[in-house]
């Protein structure tokens, strides 16, 4: 009998629009040419229509929505591994599919490690506003929450070595973790040399790192480059979601060119003389440092760029850290034509090494097989995470806030009042009584949206349509606190046009929406309240 696999994500697989989504998409063409039976399932199909076709068009079953009937789906199939992708998907499904099916191998998808991505960006200050601050308890809740649900999984996918040995270290001995890397089927350019023209810079603006190094590009590289050079050789700022901040900054730069979306990469990356990597923090590796190599293009990149490719500076691509040496590599690489075909020749070689398709799909089935030569792990309520039917963690300290906050409500607002609750989709923080709430943010049918805004004026704007649409109330769980500190610019609009009704140090604060202040704050919005940093 074939095997079967179902793979489930919080959002359908985009691959044209951010690496994520990319690597989801791969994992399950590597698995259908395997010959597995997939089944794909996604909490939130908003917009998507053609990729469950292009799905369907693989033989691939496809779930959009997670419930009843797929449960139904996971007793019926018994299927042999259940690939759950990002660990707070695993957070409150596994103990699910650990009930329905018991001899079904659950494998976290981790595509990064977030605690280690956080815990950059809290300590380092990056984000709006921010300054170089301390891990708080917030942070270490909810890295016992990503660690816990790795340790209950059978074993763990992740993008580098790296990555695998932290997991191993902190959540379950040698062999939880397997390094599956990034892929992507990508020829060389045929443009020679002499035909290439312009920088490029990519990314999913949707992720807040590739803002970050999008402004640090425009604000302190940019400046230092020769103006003839950068006439000669523009600049294209490429990717999904872009944001109006980084649009308004064109004005100011003539040869830089702010793309956004587009259906496709490649004559971009097969036509720009180098690319750029600015990333100042984050984790896993960068699929946009795969993608520019294998298509022969050199690269000038930060240490946080080609983390875990095993590439070297001079060898494969050039690193800077800082503004005048990043600009210095830049000129470098656009105008010495010998050290570019170095770099093209040795980065493509060594990307289809380590990260060619054949090769990855040959980690993937290796990983599949150790998996399923062992017995499944049991269900332990007393020590892991679970979801049960309403998502909600187990963990004392989180369902007692989570208790807190209803109980809040219940004294504080009015029966039937509609509010916004900042979250992480979890469904558990919307049970309030007779107040009627829904995610922040959300999409249009009031689901998770299954990320975060890309920066303040996005979670502005978002705030802004849903008091339009009718909410009355916007709460912030202890947990979401942190918000008030990297969206520096949404706090201040906050202070701003709206009434803090309830302060509750340690368990959640709530803001009136229907009354913006009329002539500028009265009050603080959170008086006493120490922001996490």
């Given at each position: 009998m074939r095997r079967r696999a179902l793979v489930c994500a919080p959002l359908l697989p985009e691959f044209d629009r951010e690496r994520g989504s990319r690597r989801l998409?791969?994992?399950?063409?590597?698995?259908?040419?395997?010959?597995?039976?997939?089944t794909f399932a996604t909490s939130n199909a908003r917009g998507g229509e053609r990729y469950v076709d292009l799905l369907q068009q693989r033989g691939v079953e496809t779930y959009t929505s997670m419930d009843r009937a797929l449960e139904c789906a996971i007793a019926r199939q018994q299927f042999d591994v259940a690939i759950l992708?990002?660990?707070y998907l695993a957070e409150q499904f596994l103990p699910k599919i650990r009930s329905l099916?018991?001899?079904t191998r659950v494998i976290v998808e981790s595509v990064d490690l977030h605690f280690l991505r956080n815990a950059r960006r809290?300590?380092?200050?990056?984000?709006?506003?921010?300054s170089p601050g301390t891990l708080d308890s917030v942070y270490a809740t909810e890295m016992a929450r990503e660690l816990n649900a790795y340790a209950a999984a059978d074993s763990v996918l992740t993008v580098?070595?790296?990555?695998?040995?932290?997991?191993?270290?902190?959540?379950?001995?040698?062999?939880?973790?397997?390094?599956?890397?990034?892929?992507?089927?990508?020829?060389?350019?045929?443009?020679?040399?002499?035909?290439?023209?312009?920088?490029?810079?990519?990314?999913?603006?949707r992720h807040p790192p590739n803002v970050e190094a999008a402004e640090y590009l425009l604000g302190d590289v940019v400046p230092r480059l020769?103006?003839?050079?950068?006439?000669?050789?523009?600049?294209?700022?490429?990717?999904?979601?872009?944001?109006?901040k980084l649009g308004c900054q064109q004005a100011a730069w003539p040869n830089v060119h702010m793309v956004g979306w587009v259906p496709s990469l490649l004559p971009y990356l097969h036509r720009a003389r180098i690319t750029v990597v600015p990333l100042l923090h984050g984790a896993g590796t960068k699929g946009k440092v795969i993608q520019a190599l294998m298509a022969g293009t050199p690269t000038v990149a930060s240490s946080i760029g080609i983390e875990g490719l095993g590439i070297q500076d001079g060898e494969h691509i050039l690193v800077a850290d800082d503004p005048a040496g990043f600009a210095a590599h830049v000129t470098s690489l656009v105008c010495d034509q010998g050290?570019?075909?170095?770099?093209?020749?040795?980065?493509?070689?060594?990307?289809?090494?380590?990260?060619g398709r054949q090769s990855v799909g040959e980690r993937l089935e290796q990983a599949l097989s150790v998996v399923l030569a062992r017995q499944p792990k049991k269900l332990r309520?007393?020590?892991?995470?679970?979801?049960?039917?309403?998502?909600?963690?187990?963990?004392?300290g989180y369902t007692r806030l989570v208790r807190r906050i209803a109980e809040i409500v219940e004294a504080e607002l009015p029966a039937g009042a509609r509010a916004v609750v900042i979250s992480k989709g979890d469904d558990a923080l919307l049970d309030l009584g007779t107040v009627n709430a829904r995610h922040f943010p959300s999409a249009a049918d009031g689901q998770y949206a299954g990320h975060h805004p890309a920066d303040s004026a996005a979670a502005i704007a978002h705030l802004e349509a849903q008091r339009v649409a009718g909410a009355e109330f916007l709460i912030l769980p202890r947990t979401s606190f942190w918000w008030l500190e990297y969206y520096d610019g949404f706090r201040t609009h906050l202070e701003r046009q709206y009434r803090l009704i309830v302060s509750r140090q340690d368990t959640c604060l709530i803001f009136g929406l229907q009354a913006p202040i009329q002539n500028g704050p009265t009050q603080s919005p959170a008086p006493g309240l120490e922001v996490p940093t």
């Open positions: 998409f791969t994992l399950i063409e590597l698995l259908c040419e395997a010959g597995w039976m997939v992708t990002f660990w099916s018991p001899q809290a300590l380092h200050g990056f984000g709006e506003g921010q580098s070595s790296k990555e695998a040995a932290l997991v191993d270290d902190l959540a379950g001995g040698p062999n939880l973790a397997y390094v599956v890397p990034d892929t992507d089927d990508i020829e060389p350019s045929t443009v020679e040399f002499e035909d290439r023209k312009g920088i490029l810079f990519v990314g999913n603006f020769d103006p003839a050079m950068l006439a000669e050789h523009p600049l294209y700022i490429v990717g999904n979601a872009l944001p109006d050290l570019w075909h170095k770099l093209a020749r040795a980065g493509r070689a060594r990307m289809l090494e380590s990260h309520l007393a020590d892991l995470v679970a979801a049960g039917s309403s998502g909600q963690s187990l963990d004392d």
